[in-house]
């Protein structure tokens, strides 16, 4: 597929960077030549310098025969600017990132009104994940499929977890609650693991199930921690603003954000009435002792600087608090994996993520059994995709025994008729159901491709 992705920002140069891996033919707009020339040296993209919202530079990067355009620079207005310009000249998709709070109301009119596609929103992505693990602090991250129906929560096994040294076949009978442990990261080997396999002490688990058996298990194993309700946030910009503004609205929750800029402030007390807003560096050790972060539940450390983020929520977990979440956007999985970080996010991830989504359902355009959710875990290393099955799916009715699963996969779960269904050899697959796989593969946009 040919795609022309304008700006190379943050999210612009994470989805060259995962594209440009699953072979799609990549043009790169950017003002800035030498950007330009770091991403033709480092990937197999083709690079072109000027506005993206020019006419003349989209025929010069072939936006009149492209499948999909991407407008992901700093402004949402040439943002939106770019996406319309590339519907006129013959893009038949366009995806546009547009963050400003001021703009989220209209993504309808946006999309039925403009054409716009896709349009996604980096900061109120990461703030709706954010929200998953404040409200179920058990989990290290959590993603949702169907609509919320079904959890994917990535748990760590500490000393003294009644599944240290039990095989998997060992847990419904033990604890009479139905979940499936799917993948388990072990130090730095990711495994997708069948019955005989036994968890150890150290190893982060990903578990599938609803949300209120998730709960349950979590109580069976004397481990469960209640909902948050005292959160500290430090940083008011957009992320800020999105999960305090989600966090108030729920109910439930005092909620307190630091923000260094006076301004800022005076605007965050404006929109966000049942926040309390305190000028102050978020990232000294003083005003955060002033303002009780010992007495806090959750510590969410939203600064512009990863370092500042990691520093802030570490030293937050050697006060005793139990939740602490970190944005990051350049630091790695595997450092953030040596440190013992507890939960960090990156907005530029999840953005690339639901695009990347979009991409993989346009390359089956013509199946309905496509990728409807993506999500990259464990530093990418596994997949979790969600398929809807439609009649061309090749398995349909054919007892799961008797399909042959490619190596490294697993068919976590079963959505037919809202019920979820954790299936055995003699369950089929059947038209209309949704399929959640778990899978060390990449790049697979179809449910058949699972299959040998």
Do not use: W
């Given at each position: 597929?040919?795609?022309?992705?304008?700006?190379?920002?943050?999210?612009?140069?994470?989805?060259?960077?995962?594209?440009?891996?699953?072979?799609?033919?990549?043009?790169?707009?950017?003002?800035?030549?030498?950007?330009?020339?770091?991403?033709?040296?480092?990937?197999?993209?083709?690079?072109?310098?000027?506005?993206?919202?020019?006419?003349?530079?989209?025929?010069?990067?072939?936006?009149?025969?492209?499948?999909?355009?991407?407008?992901?620079?700093?402004?949402?207005?040439?943002?939106?600017?770019?996406?319309?310009?590339?519907?006129?000249?013959?893009?038949?998709?366009?995806?546009?990132?547009?963050?400003?709070?001021?703009?989220?109301?209209?993504?309808?009119?946006?999309?039925?009104?403009?054409?716009?596609?896709?349009?996604?929103?980096?900061?109120?992505?990461?703030?709706?994940?954010?929200?998953?693990?404040?409200?179920?602090?058990?989990?290290?991250?959590?993603?949702?499929?169907?609509?919320?129906?079904?959890?994917?929560?990535?748990?760590?096994?500490?000393?003294?977890?009644?599944?240290?040294?039990?095989?998997?076949?060992?847990?419904?009978?033990?604890?009479?609650?139905?979940?499936?442990?799917?993948?388990?990261?072990?130090?730095?080997?990711?495994?997708?693991?069948?019955?005989?396999?036994?968890?150890?002490?150290?190893?982060?688990?990903?578990?599938?199930?609803?949300?209120?058996?998730?709960?349950?298990?979590?109580?069976?194993?004397?481990?469960?921690?209640?909902?948050?309700?005292?959160?500290?946030?430090?940083?008011?910009?957009?992320?800020?603003?999105?999960?305090?503004?989600?966090?108030?609205?729920?109910?439930?929750?005092?909620?307190?954000?630091?923000?260094?800029?006076?301004?800022?402030?005076?605007?965050?007390?404006?929109?966000?009435?049942?926040?309390?807003?305190?000028?102050?560096?978020?990232?000294?050790?003083?005003?955060?002792?002033?303002?009780?972060?010992?007495?806090?539940?959750?510590?969410?450390?939203?600064?512009?600087?990863?370092?500042?983020?990691?520093?802030?929520?570490?030293?937050?977990?050697?006060?005793?608090?139990?939740?602490?979440?970190?944005?990051?956007?350049?630091?790695?999985?595997?450092?953030?994996?040596?440190?013992?970080?507890?939960?960090?996010?990156?907005?530029?991830?999840?953005?690339?993520?639901?695009?990347?989504?979009?991409?993989?359902?346009?390359?089956?355009?013509?199946?309905?059994?496509?990728?409807?959710?993506?999500y990259k875990l464990v530093g990418g290393k596994i997949e979790a995709l969600e398929f809807k099955i439609s009649s061309d799916f090749h398995g349909i009715d054919i007892p799961l025994k008797d399909l042959s699963l490619k190596h490294d996969t697993l068919i976590a779960c079963i959505i037919r008729n809202h019920r979820v269904l954790f299936p055995s050899g003699n369950d089929c697959i059947e038209k209309n159901d949704n399929v959640?796989?778990?899978?060390?593969?990449?790049?697979?946009?179809?449910?058949?491709?699972?299959?040998?």
């Amino acid at each position: 597929m040919k795609i022309v992705i304008v700006g190379d920002g943050k999210v612009g140069a994470t989805l060259v960077e995962h594209l440009s891996m699953e072979d799609h033919n990549i043009v790169v707009i950017d003002k800035n030549q030498k950007i330009i020339e770091q991403m033709v040296n480092s990937y197999d993209v083709m690079g072109v310098c000027g506005n993206g919202a020019s006419y003349e530079v989209q025929i010069e990067a072939g936006v009149d025969n492209a499948q999909l355009f991407i407008a992901a620079t700093s402004s949402d207005e040439l943002n939106i600017l770019s996406c319309l310009t590339a519907k006129k000249v013959g893009a038949p998709y366009t995806v546009a990132r547009i963050r400003n709070p001021d703009y989220l109301k209209q993504t309808p009119f946006f999309k039925d009104e403009l054409g716009l596609n896709l349009i996604v929103n980096p900061e109120f992505d990461a703030a709706n994940e954010i929200a998953k693990v404040l409200r179920f602090p058990n989990a290290i991250n959590i993603e949702t499929f169907y609509r919320g129906l079904v959890d994917l929560a990535e748990i760590k096994l500490n000393e003294g977890n009644p599944l240290c040294n039990m095989k998997l076949m060992d847990i419904f009978n033990t604890f009479n609650t139905r979940i499936l442990i799917c993948a388990v990261q072990r130090k730095n080997e990711v495994i997708i693991p069948h019955g005989d396999f036994t968890l150890l002490a150290g190893d982060r688990i990903h578990i599938t199930a609803p949300r209120g058996v998730l709960v349950s298990f979590m109580k069976k194993l004397k481990i469960y921690k209640h909902r948050t309700k005292d959160i500290m946030i430090t940083g008011g910009g957009k992320l800020g603003y999105y999960l305090a503004r989600q966090l108030s609205e729920t109910g439930g929750y005092n909620v307190k954000i630091i923000e260094i800029d006076a301004e800022r402030c005076e605007h965050l007390c404006e929109v966000l009435p049942q926040v309390h807003i305190v000028h102050g560096d978020g990232t000294d050790r003083a005003v955060l002792l002033e303002q009780g972060i010992e007495n806090q539940d959750a510590f969410v450390a939203l600064t512009t600087i990863d370092e500042e983020n990691i520093i802030s929520a570490m030293y937050a977990s050697s006060l005793g608090i139990s939740k602490t979440v970190a944005k990051v956007n350049r630091v790695s999985y595997e450092v953030l994996e040596s440190i013992g970080m507890d939960s960090a996010f990156s907005s530029k991830e999840i953005a690339a993520n639901r695009i990347i989504a979009y991409v993989r359902a346009l390359e089956n355009s013509g199946e309905e059994s496509s990728v409807q959710t993506l999500y990259k875990l464990v530093g990418g290393k596994i997949e979790a995709l969600e398929f809807k099955i439609s009649s061309d799916f090749h398995g349909i009715d054919i007892p799961l025994k008797d399909l042959s699963l490619k190596h490294d996969t697993l068919i976590a779960c079963i959505i037919r008729n809202h019920r979820v269904l954790f299936p055995s050899g003699n369950d089929c697959i059947e038209k209309n159901d949704n399929v959640v796989v778990v899978t060390k593969a990449n790049h697979i946009s179809s449910i058949n491709e699972i299959f040998e």
